[in-house]
């Protein structure tokens, strides 16, 4: 069974950084795209980072500049560094990633638990 595992939420002043990490782990054949999304309270869920497979990365507009996304092929791992943090970055934040389960099997998305991420003014 396949989960991904997140960690590294908090409580923040704006200004400041933080750094998420989400791994995948269980029995699999690969992972394709992985990437991170937010919900803020009374928002819906929309895409903060992705990275490809082949390592091209995708950003919001609102974190351009400002959030970096990179993974570790080796760990299965994808991490979002989240510096100069506004108190509208507030928010649950999920990770997400394709992965393949099996070889005779097509890509399934799956979702992380979540992490909170909060931006005191």
């Known amino acids: 069974q396949v989960e991904l595992v997140e960690s590294g939420g908090g409580l923040v002043q704006a200004g400041g950084s933080l750094r998420l990490s989400c791994a995948a782990s269980?029995?699999?054949?690969?992972?394709?795209?992985m990437g991170w999304y937010r919900q803020a309270a009374g928002k819906a869920r929309e895409l903060v980072a992705g990275i490809s497979r082949g390592g091209i990365r995708n950003y919001a507009d609102s974190v351009k500049g400002r959030f970096t996304i990179s993974r570790d092929y080796a760990k299965n791992a994808v991490y979002l560094q989240l510096n100069s943090l506004k108190p509208e970055d507030t928010a649950v934040y999920y990770c997400?990633?394709?992965?393949?389960?099996?070889?005779?099997?097509?890509?399934?998305?799956?979702w992380g638990q979540g992490t909170q991420v909060t931006v005191s003014s």
């Open positions: 269980g029995s699999f054949f690969s992972t394709d795209t």
């Open positions: 997400n990633a394709q992965i393949q389960p099996e070889v005779r099997l097509p890509l399934r998305t799956y």
